[in-house]
């Protein structure tokens, strides 16, 4: 096996950061890095605590306070975060960041109320950072920001043709004497071209370093290239501030120029162009039979308020505006809901806050939405697969029959779990379908990446409490993933040997194609999610699936591994598949429990069994894996002795976020 590939950006978001610079790392990085790479924020507990470092690009150590980094890092974080690097990873610290990641930090010496001075254990500039580089700095405060002026040093970028621009500054340091480091290779990236404030030792200056650590390389910058302009707000009691907002905007391209030069040093694939994020879209609301969209309206008139002539429900976490296509929407209509309408939250060029954006809800009473309102989506396609399918499928006849579309949302699982008034009306099985996820959801603080040509839903589920011991609701993940992997193999003729398999719990994994067959090596095309709550006698469950059909980036495809024969595979069709095979499962499962044929038809698609592990919650102890035990689902191992025979001892493990690594063979201790 192989490890899996680094598809991650993660940006510590935790003790001893700043709100203003984590927003501006999640404004910038995506720009920059969409759609090869998933920009996700994460906490303390994340670093010390989940393997987040095999799936990881890029560890982005952002503005802040270094104490507060010490305070909770020390130790086992740092740790993680030194070998991580050293094994090819790559780290961006950015000011607070930067101290932190040299051997030394010296802040503010001299000036008791702000003086911080300390080793610090990563050490990854085996120097001194010295700061701040220029007098002024407050925290919390913008009283010390300046539009620093670097000076790119000669032949660090390829293609860099700026010799000098303007950069955001509050605070950052100076490294020190870079000439005079040893331990291991430093490269001066930019220096400061105004007079510092303090020694900055040889004369360099040296405002951005690039360090070669073990196989990996950080990247440590005393100022703030990731901040934008567009993004700064005016601050009319600060002398001069104005005029530093100008400074940037008018040396913008250069800074984002620079910027994309620093991540593919460190080793990443930058975006071509600006990526821009996506705005939302509207979401079109249809159904089989037409009454069925009029009886949902219906439904939520209960929790439907009118203002201003539009009808909303103003769910716990969104506002949505209902709308009906008997409104006979004109052409203006439409292009006022569009992306960029007016009650978007801010320009596009600025950070969008996607929570207060108004979500559009068009529901479809008279006839289903054309090609040209979902161009992503063909409906009809959709609706003629289901009834297909219906026709062929035991006893499936209603998942899917309603649908919610949209061409670009937050996330569908968000949308449905973090509203209960919205989804308290709707009926078992409603799908809910994306072409692009903005903030895509997996298990822990996984983001899904998801990028145009994902099979993106989520479908309800309301099983009923009574049956939760007889049935538990653990099982609604395993009978999801074989339904996954059935559909797609009896999706059409050419389809039935695709190498797709299921990974515990949740995950869907397929043969490497772009390597040998006979190297088992396996990368992930889909995952599961399965959020639960509880509404009138019934769990409802929000069971999220995102699964890479044909989209071309950033990893394996189900289309990658189609024989040349076989048919192209659709959205909409595939879609249709997974619904009425789930539907078929759970009308099984709801009868008869996950009995022994269930259990046989997962196992048929596992990567596990006979798998070697280590338990580190019994120091270390080898077992084999046997299976998942049919009451509780949880994962049955037994022990194994030096020469790897069962020595008859079992024990049963519970799911903890990631805390199954496939790729190291552990079963990680609850924390």
């Given amino acids: 096996m192989t490890p899996a590939r680094r598809l991650n950006v993660l940006v510590y978001t935790g003790t001893g950061t700043t709100s203003e610079s984590v927003r501006q790392c999640m404004y910038t990085l995506p720009r920059l890095l ?21 799936t990881c690009a890029l560890l982005v150590i952002p503005g802040g306070a270094d104490l507060g980094y010490c305070r909770v890092l020390n130790g086992e974080g740092n740790r993680r975060i030194s070998e991580f690097v050293r094994r090819g990873g790559a780290y961006l610290g950015l000011c607070a960041g930067a101290y932190y ?22 050490g990854f500039f085996p120097g001194t950072c010295r700061g701040g580089a220029f007098k002024g700095f407050e925290y919390h405060s913008e009283k010390g920001a300046r539009a620093a002026i670097l000076r790119v040093t000669d032949g660090a970028f390829k293609n860099n043709t700026t ?101 593919e040093k460190l080793g990443l694939e930058v975006s071509a162009e600006n990526a821009t994020l996506p705005t939302l879209s509207n979401i079109h609301l249809s159904a089989v039979e037409n009454t069925q969209v009029s009886e949902l309206l219906c439904a939520w008139g209960e929790v439907t308020e009118k203002e201003n002539g539009e009808e909303y429900i103003k769910c716990e976490a969104d506002v949505f505006r209902i709308r009906s296509d008997e409104d006979s929407l004109t052409v203006q209509d439409l292009q006022r809901d569009l992306p960029g309408a007016d009650d978007h939250p801010a320009d596009e060029a600025g950070i969008i806050d996607y929570g207060t954006v108004t979500k559009n809800i068009i529901a479809h009473e008279k006839a289903l939405p054309t090609t040209e309102m979902t161009p992503r989506f063909n409906h009809k396609l959709y609706y003629s697969s289901l009834k297909r399918f219906q026709l062929t499928e035991d006893a499936s006849e209603n998942w899917g029959n309603m649908l919610m579309y949209g061409d670009v949302v937050t996330s569908t699982n968000s949308l449905l779990e973090k509203n209960p008034k919205l989804i308290s009306k709707l009926p078992t099985g409603f799908t809910f379908c994306a072409s692009t996820q903005v903030a895509g959801r997996g298990r822990g603080t996984n983001v899904w990446l998801a990028p145009p040509g994902s099979l993106l839903f989520s479908t309800i589920i309301n099983h009923p409490a009574y049956l ?14 074989i339904a996954i992997v059935e559909a797609i193999q009896s999706y059409d003729v050419g389809y039935e040997n695709l190498p797709i398999k299921l990974k515990w719990p949740n995950d869907i994994y397929a043969l490497d194609p772009t390597k040998p067959a006979s190297s088992k090596t396996y990368v992930k095309i889909g995952g599961i999610l399965s959020q639960c709550g509880y509404c009138d006698g019934s769990y409802q469950i929000v069971l999220g699936i995102g699964i890479n059909a044909i989209n071309p980036r950033p990893t394996t495809s189900i289309s990658d591994l189609l024989p040349s024969h076989a048919s192209p595979l659709r959205i909409e069709t595939l879609l249709a598949r997974i619904v009425t095979r789930l539907e078929s499962l759970h009308a099984q499962f709801r009868r008869e429990g996950f009995t022994e044929m269930l259990e046989r038809r997962y196992y048929r698609h596992w990567l596990h069994t006979g798998q070697a592990v280590s338990l580190e ?9 046997l299976g998942i035990t049919r009451d509780w689902g949880m994962l049955k191992v037994e022990e194994t002795d030096g020469e790897g025979r069962g020595t008859g001892r079992i024990w049963t493990l519970q799911s903890d976020e990631n805390s199954f690594d496939f790729w190291k063979g552990l079963v990680r201790r609850r924390q």
């Fill in 163 to 263: 010799e000098t621009f303007a950069s955001y500054y509050n605070g950052g340091g100076v490294f020190v004497d870079v000439d005079k480091v040893t331990g291991r290779k430093v490269e001066v990236l930019a220096s400061y071209d105004d007079d510092l404030d303090v020694d900055g030792g040889d004369g360099k200056a040296a405002a951005l370093v690039l360090c070669h650590v073990g196989d990996g390389k950080v990247l440590l910058s005393g100022p703030h290239p990731e901040f934008s302009p567009a993004n700064l707000s005016p601050q009319p009691g600060i002398p001069g501030y104005a005029d530093l907002i100008n400074k940037l905007r008018e040396d913008d391209s250069a800074r984002f120029g620079f910027l994309k030069g620093c991540l």
């Fill in 101 to 122: 990641g040299s051997r030394r930090c010296e802040f503010e010496v001299g000036n008791k109320p702000l003086e911080v001075i300390g080793s610090r254990e990563l």
């Fill in 34 to 54: 969409s759609p090869n790479y998933a920009v996700i924020p994460i906490s303390e507990s994340v670093i010390l605590k989940e393997p987040w470092a095999p």
């Fill in 468 to 481: 939760a011991a007889s049935r538990p609701v653990v099982f609604i993940q395993y009978i999801a993933a």
């Fill in 617 to 625: 919650a019994e120091a270390g102890a080898r077992a084999r894996v």
